[in-house]
């Protein structure tokens, strides 16, 4: 019953919008009908990024529709709590919805492979499956029975390993590990001995700073300054292993999408695109520059995890991975795809990407 919701949303403003010109120019249907929506996210409102990057694909869409489509956007727990984006969307008590579909773990477990995999996937290779090697329309047909349509929308690029109140400097040093860790990454940490937490991003400064926790990963430089993480920690880790290019997600219920005519679910299709390169370059842009404000505060140690201990967690992770496939059928279909996809990508990644840094930066 509740599916229906969302109809009463549809404001049925004949006349107000659209056709400037003379009759017959345009389609009555695409161009009289206006809608308002309402879009749930996972984030702390307008958080910088993540939330910003929800407000502009709001803001560009309405822009962009002649105020044909207007999208209001709700924080985390302001009309449904963080985690249960999903949920609201799929049952169509609103009509869209941001947030990042590993969320869906324990729920739709293969959704994993959309956001990050441990060691899989960065941004470039995430955007060129979903969009030219058929991730994509996996994605979709895992979707369906949820009567959900998925959009790739948002990018963080690789994250940091995250904040450590205890040095790292062999695997014994994962035993007993307290952190903040969310995900597959998490059952990584628990099967090296840690004890990962998940935790909501606003109580993550006040755990790491009490001691609740020893660690904790978050995004990357850009984000985790506006945290304060760097005044709760003083080991700053990298690479971010556990999140090397996640993708966000906006999710649109079946219906509303059906009642949108032709031209604004292209313009739909387009503007997320939009908002994955735009955020991929807003945090490339953001990360470096509060990198340079982190090293230059003397409470800040930047390290490397040492090269046994990221060797480790890889191998964990190949069993964690292959253990999910094995008990979940879509799981094991998508993430066939999925590596089959990586290993062609490091082979060209090789004598590409990885060439040319290594070449410029050593
Ligand atoms: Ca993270």
């Excluded at 307290?178 to 628990?190: A, N, Q, S, T, W």
């Excluded at 984000?223 to 760097?230: K, M, P, R, T």
């Excluded at 990298?238 to 009642?259: H, T, V």
């Excluded at 967690?313 to 253990?323: D, F, P, Q, Y």
Aim: charged share 20%; proline share 6%.
């Amino acid at each position: 019953m509740k599916r229906r919701e969302f109809v009463g949303g549809l404001a049925a403003t004949a006349g107000l919008a659209g056709c400037a010109k003379s009759e017959g120019e345009c389609s009555p249907d695409a161009s009289t009908t206006s809608f308002e929506w309402s879009c749930v996210t996972s984030w702390p409102p307008k958080f910088p990024g993540l939330g910003m990057a929800v407000e502009n694909l709001a803001d560009r869409l309405e822009r962009a529709s002649g105020g044909r489509l207007k999208i209001k956007v709700y924080g985390g727990g302001e009309l449904v709590p963080a985690f249960e984006v999903f949920d609201a969307v799929s049952r169509g008590a609103v009509e869209m919805g941001h947030d990042a579909s590993y969320y869906h773990k324990g729920k739709v477990d293969a959704a994993q492979f959309f956001t990050a995999i441990p060691f899989g996937l960065n941004y470039m290779e995430l955007n060129a499956w979903l969009h030219y090697g058929g991730g994509l329309e996996l994605w979709r047909e895992l979707y369906e029975p949820f009567n959900l349509m998925p959009f790739p929308c948002g990018n963080t690029g690789v994250q940091m390993g995250g904040w450590f109140n205890k040095e790292i400097n062999s695997i014994d040093d994962l035993k007993g590990l307290k952190m903040r860790i969310p995900g597959l990454g998490g059952e990584v940490l628990r099967r090296a001995g840690g004890t990962p937490i998940t935790l909501p991003g606003a109580e993550i400064f006040t755990s790491l700073q009490t001691g609740a926790i020893d660690a904790t990963e978050w995004v990357g430089p850009y984000n985790d300054v506006s945290f304060g993480l760097h005044k709760a920690a003083r080991y700053y880790y990298y690479p971010g292993w556990q999140e090397p290019g996640p993708g966000l997600e906006c999710i649109i219920n079946r219906d509303a999408w059906k009642s949108l005519p032709a031209d604004l679910q292209a313009l739909v299709e387009i503007t997320c695109q939009s908002i994955s390169v735009d955020m991929a370059a807003e945090y490339t842009n953001g990360n470096a520059n509060s990198l340079q404000q982190l090293m230059a505060d003397p409470k800040v140690e930047l390290r490397a995890f040492p090269d046994e201990v990221l060797q480790h967690l890889k191998s964990i992770t190949a069993e964690v991975v292959a253990e999910m496939m094995a008990r979940d059928p879509a799981a094991n279909k998508i993430g066939e795809a999925f590596y089959e996809y990586l290993e062609k990508q490091e082979v060209n990644s090789r004598i590409s990407e990885k060439a040319y840094l290594d070449t410029r930066i050593g």
